[in-house]
C-alpha cells in the first residue's frame, strides 16, 4: 500500500502543541491560505499535506494536529496523527508561542524529539515587533535545534527560516504525483466518509468520531487498487473532505473554512464518492452535494452506507432503493454501491466502481460514431419545430473528455428534453457508467458548415 508522500520529495512535519500558529505557518510557506487558522485550541485535527517551494526546493509540508502530552480521547489520537507525521519526515519544525514562553508542554514535546537524530529547527512564532526578538533566546534551553524567531502572521523572519529550512532538507528526486485517478469521498457531516477511507485504506488514516464533523480539513490519502480487469495496479488519490453543510447553516468560521475548501477539492477530482446515510434515505442537502457533483462535471459513485441497519424485508428495501433512484433522478448514470463501513461489507465494491465511472469519464467516441449516433436520434425523434421552424442538429463532435463533452452545431435552440434524449440515445450505444456527458451548443446554418 503507497504511503501518502509524494515519491522523492523531502517532507517537513509542523508540530508543536494546540494554538501555538502551525496553520499560520503554513499558509505563510505556502504563499496561501490553505490550512484553517483560528483563534481555538486544537482546530487542526488531521494531518494534511501540500507541496510547497522556497528558492527552487521542493518539499512536502505536514500540517499536523497539536501534540498535546497527556491528552485523552480525541486530542490523544490527535497526538497520534503528530506522531505519525513525525516518524515520516525528513526535517521537523517545532513551533512555540514566543509570546507565552516555553511551556512545559514544549519541553516534554523537545524531550521526545531529543531522540530522533533529524534535524530540528524550532520557530518561535508571534514575535511582530523587532524588540521582542530577544524573547526567543528562552527557546534555546529546549535543547533540539536552531531557534528562528518570526511573525507567521506578518511574515517577520519568515525568509531566514525558510532558507534556513530548505538548507538542512535532503536531496529530492523529481516531484511526481503518479496517481492513476483522484477521487473524493463527499457527503453530510457523519454519514461515514471517514469510516470508509479507513476501511479502504487498512490503516487509521482519518479521524473518526462520534461528533459530526470530525473532519474538517481535505486529507489526501494514496492506494493500490488492483483492478478485476488484470494489468498493473493502479495508485488512487483518495480524499476524505470535511462534511458539506448546508452554506446558509454555517456559522462557525473553522466549518465554513472546511466548506470552501471541500468544494474547492471537488473541482480538483477526477469523481467523487457520494456517501448517504441510508437509515435517513436521501436528504435535500444529499441533493445539492449530488447537484453540485453533477455541476463540476465530476464522475460519481454513490455509496449507500449503513446498509446492515436497513430494512430485513425485501419489499421494503426494494422501496428504500426506488426512493434514493427517484430523489437522485438527475444522476441516474452514477454508479450505485451498497456498504457498511462498520462491518466492512461491500467496501471492496467501491473501487472497482470508481475504476468504471474513471474510464467512462475518460472515454472518448470516434466522430462518426457519435454523428451517427445523434443521426439516428433525430429519425426516431425530430426535434419539436420552433415558430414554424424545424430545427435540427447538423454536425456533432466529442470535443473533451473528463467530462465526455459533446458540440452539437445546430440550426436553432435546442430544448432542455431534447437534449436529455439526445443523452438517452447516446447511452444506448455507449453507457458512460458513472460519468456524465455535457452537451455543447454552436448555432450554424448550412452554409456556415460549407463554407
Known amino acids: 500500500m503507497a504511503d501518502a508522500r509524494v515519491t522523492g520529495v523531502p517532507v517537513v512535519a509542523i508540530v508543536g502543541r494546540p494554538n501555538v500558529g502551525k496553520s499560520s505557518l503554513v499558509n505563510r510557506v505556502l504563499g496561501r491560505r490553505e490550512a484553517i487558522v483560528e483563534e481555538m485550541p486544537g482546530v487542526t485535527r488531521d494531518r494534511r499535506s501540500f507541496t510547497a517551494e522556497w528558492s527552487g526546493r521542493n518539499f512536502e509540508l505536514i500540517d499536523t ?71 526567543a533566546a528562552e527557546f534555546f534551553r529546549l535543547g533540539v535545534g536552531d531557534v528562528y524567531p518570526l511573525s507567521a502572521l506578518h511574515g517577520r523572519g519568515s525568509g531566514d527560516f525558510l532558507s534556513a529550512l530548505t538548507a538542512v532538507l535532503p536531496e529530492e528526486g523529481a516531484l511526481v504525483d503518479d496517481a492513476w485517478a483522484s477521487v473524493a469521498i463527499v457527503g453530510r457531516p457523519n454519514v461515514g466518509k471517514s469510516s470508509i477511507l479507513n476501511a479502504l485504506l487498512g490503516e487509521y488514516r482519518s479521524l473518526v468520531d462520534e461528533v459530526p464533523g470530525t473532519t474538517r480539513d481535505p486529507v489526501d490519502s494514496y492506494l493500490q487498487h488492483h483492478s478485476p480487469s488484470g494489468g498493473e495496479p493502479q495508485r488512487i488519490k483518495v480524499i476524505d473532505t470535511a462534511g458539506m453543510r448546508k452554506e446558509v447553516r454555517i ?190 451548443i454552436r448555432r450554424r446554418t448550412r452554409r456556415d458548415l460549407d463554407s
Not at 84 to 113: C, F, N, W, Y
Not at 397 to 402: D, G, H, I, S
Open 65 to 135: 494536529g497539536g501534540l498535546e502530552l497527556g491528552a485523552e480521547g480525541l486530542d490523544a489520537r490527535v497526538a497520534e496523527q503528530a506522531e505519525l507525521a513525525i516518524e515520516t519526515a525528513d526535517v521537523i519544525v517545532l513551533v512555540v508561542d514566543g509570546q507565552a514562553g516555553a511551556s512545559q508542554d514544549d519541553h516534554e514535546v523537545a524531550r521526545i524529539l531529543r531522540r530522533t537524530d533529524k534535524p530540528v529547527l524550532v520557530a518561535v512564532n508571534k514575535i511582530d515587533d523587532p524588540k521582542d526578538e530577544p524573547m
Open 251 to 440: 456559522e462557525d468560521p473553522v466549518e465554513y473554512f472546511s466548506f470552501i475548501r471541500s468544494r474547492r477539492t471537488m473541482s480538483r477530482v477526477d469523481a467523487a464518492v457520494l456517501v448517504v446515510d441510508v437509515n435517513e434515505g436521501v436528504t435535500g442537502h444529499d441533493q445539492r452535494i449530488a447537484q453540485e457533483i453533477l455541476e463540476a462535471g465530476r464522475a460519481c459513485v454513490i455509496v449507500l452506507n449503513k446498509w446492515d441497519l436497513s430494512p430485513a424485508e425485501d419489499t421494503d428495501r426494494r422501496r428504500l432503493e426506488q426512493d434514493v433512484k427517484d430523489k437522485l433522478r438527475f444522476v441516474p448514470w452514477a454508479n450505485v454501491v451498497r456498504t457498511s463501513a462498520l462491518t466492512k461489507r461491500g467496501i471492496e465494491r467501491i473501487l472497482p466502481a470508481v475504476e468504471t465511472a474513471v474510464n467512462s469519464h475518460r472515454l472518448r467516441l470516434a466522430t462518426s460514431e457519435v454523428n451517427k449516433i445523434i443521426r439516428d436520434a433525430q429519425i426516431r425523434r425530430p426535434h419539436p419545430r420552433t415558430h414554424g421552424k424545424a430545427v435540427r442538429v447538423l454536425y456533432a463532435v466529442q470535443a473533451r473528455v473528463a467530462p465526455p463533452t459533446i458540440i452539437l452545431f445546430v440550426t436553432g435552440r435546442i430544448e432542455e428534453n431534447y437534449l436529455r434524449h439526445l443523452d438517452h440515445r447516446v447511452r444506448e450505444t455507449e453507457p458512460f457508467p458513472g460519468s456524465p456527458i455535457r452537451f455543447e
